[in-house]
């Protein structure tokens, strides 16, 4: 039986819950010597640490990252910023490979606020997120940490109520529950698009308009076809510029993003520009710098999509989720 997860136990019915919502910002729960709890609180993103949250007498949710990106620190902000814009008090467990050695986060940082995969497996979580990796155009089977993520992906089918995938961690889930392949593109994804919603009425896409826009950053895609025609997986949204962008299974406890919602107003100029100054070949990302001009400050426009489309899958693991949070089950 499922319940409420994050108020007290006692007075609460949906109108409080509402009105909660709107007066209110519950915060993430992260430890105050993490690089992101300085530069969310001077964004005035509500951040709580351990001490404080102990003190409220609710149940947060507990919502678990595997963060794959090179970016560590950054990719950790982008998160924790769209995670901490809800009523709902979310309690931060950040997740590395113990089978993979990262060259990219800074020194200790990884071995200080993360913990190995392997000492989650018994225990039980709200939410949990897979991010993407620069990984895409291997064979997963290549990936160095391809046994280690699968086993957390199997564990997260009866230990987690709902799974969040983005980017290469979309295609590697689809890939791995559903036998979905990836296939390369032509030429690199790369640019803000507009995607459309196939399914209006449903939890996730609560407030959205009819079109939106949101970051892609890929050289593969998932074949379409082979999602489409699985009956346990739905396509919410898409685009004929990028393909399928958002998919659902199990009644919207698996959630596969392919773009990157969560990144910041300067992510795609960051890597345009790092690319160039590597010599690579890369396009000027599309519908990002005013008038295609990589001088020019880029204008974000996604932002408020993203913060709805997270808050939107927040309320969904609350509302879903047992408050016995052991009485998950597959």
Same mark, same amino acid.
């Given at each position: 039986?499922?319940?409420?997860?994050?108020?007290?136990?006692?007075?609460?019915?949906?109108?409080?819950?509402?009105?909660?919502?709107?007066?209110?910002?519950?915060?993430?729960?992260?430890?105050?010597?993490?690089?992101?709890?300085?530069a969310l609180s001077e964004e005035r993103v509500f951040v709580m640490t351990h001490e404080r949250a102990i003190h409220q007498d609710i149940r947060p949710l507990k919502v678990a990252i595997v963060n794959l990106m090179p970016t560590t620190v950054v990719t950790?902000?982008? @998160?924790? %910023? *769209?995670?901490?814009? /809800?009523?709902?008090? =979310?309690?931060? #467990? $950040?997740?590395?490979?113990?089978?993979?050695?990262?060259?990219?986060?800074?020194?200790?940082?990884?071995?200080?606020?993360?913990?190995?995969?392997?000492?989650?497996?018994?225990?039980?979580?709200?939410?949990?997120?897979?991010?993407?990796?620069?990984?895409?155009?291997?064979?997963?089977?290549?990936?160095?940490?391809?046994?280690? @993520?699968? %086993? *957390?992906?199997?564990? /997260?089918?009866?230990? =987690?109520?709902? #799974? $969040?995938?983005?980017?290469?961690?979309?295609?590697?889930?689809?890939?791995?529950?559903?036998?979905?392949?990836?296939?390369?593109?032509?030429?690199?994804?790369?640019?803000?698009?507009?995607?459309?919603?196939?399914?209006?009425?449903?939890?996730?896409?609560?407030?959205?308009?009819?079109?939106?826009?949101?970051?892609?950053?890929?050289?593969?895609?998932?074949?379409?076809?082979?999602?489409?025609?699985?009956?346990?997986?739905?396509?919410?949204?898409?685009?004929?510029?990028?393909?399928?962008?958002?998919?659902?299974?199990?009644?919207?406890?698996?959630?596969?993003?392919?773009?990157?919602?969560?990144?910041?107003?300067?992510?795609?100029?960051?890597?345009?520009?790092?690319?160039?100054?590597?010599?690579?070949?890369?396009?000027?990302?599309?519908?990002?710098?005013?008038?295609?001009?990589?001088?020019?400050?880029?204008?974000?426009?996604?932002?408020?999509?993203?913060?709805?489309?997270?808050s939107n899958w927040l309320n969904f693991v609350y509302q879903g989720t047992p408050y016995n949070i052991k009485e998950i089950e597959e």
């Amino acid at each position: 039986m499922s319940h409420p997860s994050a108020l007290a136990t006692g007075f609460q019915p949906l109108l409080f819950f509402s009105v909660f919502a709107i007066l209110f910002a519950m915060p993430i729960k992260i430890p105050k010597s993490l690089p992101a709890f300085d530069a969310l609180s001077e964004e005035r993103v509500f951040v709580m640490t351990h001490e404080r949250a102990i003190h409220q007498d609710i149940r947060p949710l507990k919502v678990a990252i595997v963060n794959l990106m090179p970016t560590t620190v950054v990719t950790e902000i982008q @998160l924790l %910023r *769209l995670l901490g814009n /809800s009523p709902l008090q =979310v309690d931060i #467990t $950040l997740i590395r490979m113990s089978s993979h050695e990262s060259r990219n986060a800074p020194p200790g940082h990884l071995e200080k606020f993360y913990v190995d995969s392997r000492s989650i497996l018994n225990e039980f979580f709200d939410g949990l997120i897979i991010t993407g990796a620069p990984v895409e155009t291997l064979p997963f089977e290549e990936v160095d940490y391809w046994d280690e @993520l699968t %086993r *957390l992906m199997n564990w /997260s089918k009866t230990r =987690v109520w709902s #799974t $969040l995938h983005i980017c290469w961690g979309a295609q590697a889930g689809l890939y791995y529950h559903y036998g979905v392949p990836k296939m390369p593109l032509p030429q690199k994804l790369f640019g803000i698009f507009p995607h459309s919603v196939n399914e209006r009425f449903t939890t996730l896409f609560r407030g959205f308009d009819d079109e939106f826009l949101a970051p892609q950053s890929r050289h593969t895609t998932s074949d379409r076809d082979k999602i489409a025609a699985a009956p346990w997986l739905a396509i919410q949204s898409e685009s004929e510029d990028t393909g399928v962008f958002i998919v659902t299974a199990r009644e919207g406890r698996e959630v596969y993003v392919t773009g990157h919602l969560e990144y910041d107003s300067l992510t795609l100029d960051r890597e345009y520009k790092r690319d160039v100054g590597k010599g690579l070949p890369i396009a000027i990302p599309k519908n990002y710098y005013p008038h295609d001009d990589p001088d020019k400050t880029p204008v974000v426009r996604w932002r408020a999509h993203a913060h709805l489309f997270f808050s939107n899958w927040l309320n969904f693991v609350y509302q879903g989720t047992p408050y016995n949070i052991k009485e998950i089950e597959e």
